[in-house]
């Protein structure tokens, strides 16, 4: 009984970590550019370019490292669209990032219908050309081993890794942004430019630069969506996910580890989902499944409202610098 | 930098010019996967408006990117970015659904007005509530109206597979609505003057499109209430001072973009399907957002650009039947690049031009 409630358990934090990598991923995007002072609603379309640039690649050369490396590559070209249209240009940033996610919806399907003849997918992948689960030592061993061995082997060994590499993520970009320089002088840039400016450092170049981080992890996050985690690229396979890590973002308050235990609760609330379905709870009922997709959005607009909490937003996020002004 | 240009520079040319470096890099795309772009654009143009149905085709699509270009048209002019109509427009056809599957016992003439109203009610409080949050609560419309897409979308979907799905279908829909609970197509008018229009789902809501983009003009240019509106958009803190009250102004705008949103479902759940299906927006919401961009905020710019996604839409159908290598969806790559070019980069060939006009100016 407790055995079953344990396997239980494991197999519900394993999912969870599962689904919450790209979400993490893109949150740790999105906070590069909110905190330089770039609005991103494109994040999105940046996972979706390179989750296609991914799984075309790895298809084409077998390797799921040369995937990787082109869904970045196609990523943080798309962040150097965003870029040159809301810093050089002066653009509106939100229509930029909306043109970003219109552009990628449209772009993967098609080249993907031409090149693979697939209906706006790429051909599934074998295994070697995907990030596989890995085992870490000892996981086997040590299975039988109650509770702890269990967790180890259920929990934490398993996973791709991208999922590994995500988890080292997480305290390299909260160092990067609250203990090195450029982390200062980012953080600066996203709440009072002119500051910046006249302490004579460019205030181009440095979001410039943010912009390419916020590619660079969105590419993974896409890899991840069609490599590791998926075997293909499927047209709107990102559905979503870089909105919810916007919303996990700012449910995080423009914070590092906030926005990861925020992503976290939405993969949660994933996970449990698809474990909930039809099953009625004692006093409740049966809770509809959209109740529970629909929560992390809600809860985003109730605390973006101030009823739970309050999320200020980086003071210059979303106006373009101007010099003269 | 305003003013250096000439006005005809500024309101036609330099919009020209965007559009066809959108239209320009769109070729490049269909070069890429090795299709010639001017055949392509022969078969596209004949498949927009070369035979009678694809008329009825292009006219029905640019009906819905009337409307939710008009709705993100309105919003702008107060400032404000509406990325909600997809989701208001989606929740304003549980509205009109309501009206004509309950009250169906009531005549054609009093079901089918009050479903109009309940779409644009519907749709208006959508769009009202991120207003209202945007206005008294201070959180911002754009992620506001993110979230309330998908809150749509999820509402939608336990309405259409819980409370409204007809159980006799497989899918989750409704069933059809009684034919005079409907908006008449062009087809049944003809049939009923004894003419048979070619087969399209044209229906009367076109006409209400451009009542509707009538009604933004008189209403934005024409009224107090469109005063304050664009005074709010231009400088909310002049407005304050104005005796305006920006609030007040916000909500209202956000409520007449989502109501405007909103009758978008009048086209397509009244007039083109008769019932309501899952996902019945199709992603037009967002069409709105470059067709807006395209016309400039302006009905008569709206109306134009949204012939041309349009017919867009029908001669891309068209090219992706006739050439196997293309599909459909190389119309959304259009729509983001058109975004992109007539929206973030507006300004992108603003200085060329001044310096050749002033070049012009300085010669003459």
Not at chain 1, 25 to 46: P, Q, T, W
Not at chain 1, 276 to 293: D, H, Y
Request: charged share 10%; net charge positive.
């Amino acid at each position: 009984m407790i055995d079953d409630a344990l396997a239980q358990a494991v197999s519900l934090l394993a999912s969870t970590v599962r689904l919450a990598v790209p979400l993490v991923l893109a949150s740790l995007a999105g906070l590069f550019a909110e905190r330089s002072g770039v609005v991103d609603i494109g994040l999105e379309g940046k996972m979706l370019s390179g989750a296609f640039a991914a799984a075309s690649v790895a298809h084409l050369s077998g390797s799921p490292w040369a995937g990787l490396a082109a869904a970045i590559a196609v990523s943080i070209a798309l962040a150097m669209v965003h870029a040159y249209a809301c810093i050089t240009q002066r653009g509106n940033q939100v229509v930029a990032g909306m043109a970003i996610n219109v552009l990628a919806v449209g772009l993967t399907v098609v080249l993907a219908y031409a090149w693979f003849n697939e209906g706006g997918n790429t051909p599934a992948l074998p295994d070697p050309a995907r990030f596989k689960a890995i085992v870490l030592p000892l996981a086997r061993a040590l299975a039988d081993v109650p509770v702890l061995g269990r967790v180890y082997a259920g929990l934490v060994s398993g996973h791709n890794v991208i999922v590994y590499m995500t988890v080292a993520l997480i305290p390299v970009v909260s160092f990067a942004v609250f203990r090195t320089r450029f982390g200062l002088r980012l953080r600066a840039v996203g709440e009072n430019p002119h500051a910046v400016d006249t302490a004579g450092i460019s205030v181009a170049a440095l979001r410039y630069r943010a912009m390419v981080a916020c590619g660079t992890l969105c590419g993974i996050a896409g890899a991840y969506l069609s490599i590791a985690q998926g075997a293909a690229f499927q047209r709107e396979m990102t559905a979503g996910r870089g909105f919810l890590a916007l919303a996990a973002l700012i449910f995080g308050k423009w914070m590092p580890v906030p926005a990861v235990l925020a992503c976290l609760l939405f993969a949660f609330a994933d996970a449990v989902q698809g474990r909930l379905q039809g099953v009625s709870l004692p006093g409740i009922g049966v809770v509809p499944v959209q109740a529970i997709q629909a929560l992390p959005y809600l809860l985003t607009v109730l605390l973006l409202a101030g009823f739970v909490g309050r999320a200020v937003a980086p003071k210059a996020s979303g106006i373009p610098y101007n010099k003269e002004k | 930098m305003k003013g250096e240009l000439p006005r005809w520079v500024d309101l036609g040319l330099l919009p020209a010019v965007n559009l066809l470096a959108a239209l320009a890099l769109s070729s490049l795309v269909v070069l890429a996967i090795g299709v010639n772009p001017l055949a392509a654009l022969a078969i596209l143009v004949r498949g927009a408006v070369g035979y009678p149905e694809a008329w009825g085709y292009t006219l029905y699509y640019a009906t819905n990117f009337v409307f939710t270009g008009l709705a993100v048209a309105v919003a702008f002019h107060a400032g404000l970015f509406n990325i909600g109509g997809e989701g208001q427009a989606y929740v304003a056809g549980l509205g009109a659904t309501l009206v004509c599957l309950g009250l169906d016992a009531l005549p054609g003439f009093l079901v089918v007005p009050l479903a109009i109203l309940a779409a644009a009610a519907f749709g208006a409080a959508w769009g009202a509530i991120p207003g209202w949050l945007q206005a008294r609560r201070g959180s911002h419309v754009v992620i506001t109206t993110i979230m309330f897409n998908f809150l749509a979308s999820a509402l939608m979907t336990y309405m259409l597979s819980n409370v409204l799905l007809d159980p006799t279908y497989g899918s989750p829909e409704t069933r059809h609505f009684a034919p005079h609970a409907t908006v008449w197509k062009l087809t049944d008018i003809a049939a009923r003057f004894g003419f048979e229009a070619p087969r399209s789902p044209l229906n009367a809501a076109t006409l209400l499109a451009l009542a509707a983009a009538a009604f933004v003009w008189v209403y934005v240019w024409r009224t107090r209430a469109g005063y304050a509106l664009r005074t709010v958009g231009a400088n909310e803190q002049a407005a304050r001072y104005a005796g305006i009250d920006p609030a007040r102004t916000i909500i209202a705008a956000m409520a007449i973009s989502g109501a405007l949103a909103g009758l978008m479902a009048v086209n397509e759940v009244m007039g083109s399907q008769q019932r309501m299906v899952l996902a019945f927006t199709g992603g037009y919401g967002f069409v709105g957002i470059a067709v807006a961009l395209m016309g400039r905020n302006h009905p008569v710019g709206v109306c134009l650009a949204a012939l041309l996604f349009g017919a867009l839409y029908q001669g891309g159908s068209d090219l992706a039947f006739e050439i196997s290598t293309i599909n459909r969806d190389l119309v959304i790559v259009i729509q983001g690049l058109v975004i992109l070019f007539c929206g973030a980069l507006e300004n992108m060939f603003r200085p060329a031009l001044a310096a050749f006009f002033a070049r012009e100016r300085a010669a003459a």
